[in-house]
T-cell receptor, first 119, second 115 residues
Framework: IAGITQAPTSQILAAGRRMTLRCTQD?????MYWYRQDLGLGLRLIHY???????GKGEVPDGYSVSRANTDDFPLTLASAVPSQTSVYFC??????????????????FGPGTRLTVL | QQQVKQSPQSLIVQKGGISIINCAYE??????FPWYQQFPGKGPALLIA?????SEKKEGRFTISFNKSAKQFSLHIMDSQPGDSATYFC??????????????FGKGTHLIIQP
């Protein structure tokens, strides 16, 4: 089944520990994104990648890093986790911009999320 | 600076009624406006989307109304059903898919449809 997978589903982490959240898509989408969702704040963009080999910073990038070695994978790393990084993290992907001409298909598809708790 | 403002935060509607959620944006460079639906424990899923060259887009019971001059857009859910109970997010971007900067989301509306 085509789509986005994220791992782990949930994780409890001690402050100061390093953690990598995994994201894999099998739709051959060029663009991928990481968001965090916090109650009352909606979803905020952390980092994005328009194509393999390139990455960019979103609205809330501090404390996070990403890499895009290939089209399918876009891991998010917390080098030294802090309690304020407790959140639900969503990975998303979208096709190369404007390739289909459809507002429905030229959109972002989200994974199921990773619930991260930093103590 | 919040670029997409969404209201109300929560909404209770009787079954069969019309649910209306409003959003306003500030950045005139935005040219793609999707609405996402999210159920508890799930990721957001695209519900309906519009580009500013049209003022209304309808898909089944869901309609987006778009007012470019007022920089506002709204979601209308006709004949609301208990299964529509979810959190709804409006969003905007500078290009379809999310553009180089990704989607800018509103803070969400928690919708409850009472049977």
């Amino acid at each position: 089944i085509a789509g986005i997978t994220q791992a782990p589903t949930s994780q409890i982490l001690a402050a100061g520990r390093r953690m990598t959240l995994r994201c894999t898509q099998d739709m051959r989408h060029n663009a991928m994104y990481w968001y965090r969702q916090d109650l009352g704040l909606g979803l905020r963009l952390i980092h994005y990648s328009n194509t393999a080999g390139t990455t960019g910073k979103g609205e809330v990038p501090d404390g996070y890093s990403v890499s895009r070695a290939n089209t399918d994978d876009f891991p998010l790393t917390l080098a030294s986790a802090v309690p304020s990084q407790t959140s639900v993290y969503f990975c998303a992907s979208s096709p190369e911009l404007g390739t289909s001409g459809s507002v429905r298909t030229d959109t972002q598809y989200f994974g199921p999320g990773t619930r991260l708790t930093v103590l | 600076q919040q670029q997409v403002k969404q209201s109300p935060q929560s909404l209770i509607v009787q079954k069969g009624g019309i649910s209306i959620i409003n959003c306003a944006y500030e950045n005139t460079a935005f040219d793609y406006f999707p609405w996402y639906q999210q159920f508890p424990g799930k990721g957001p899923a695209l519900l309906i989307a519009i580009r500013p060259d049209v003022s209304e887009k309808k898909e089944g019971r869901f309609t987006i109304s778009f007012n470019k001059s007022a920089k506002q857009f709204s979601l209308h859910i006709m004949d609301s059903q208990p299964g529509d109970s979810a959190t709804y997010f409006c969003a905007a971007s500078k290009g379809p898919g999310g553009g180089a900067d990704g989607l800018t989301f509103g803070k969400g509306t928690h919708l409850i449809i009472q049977p």
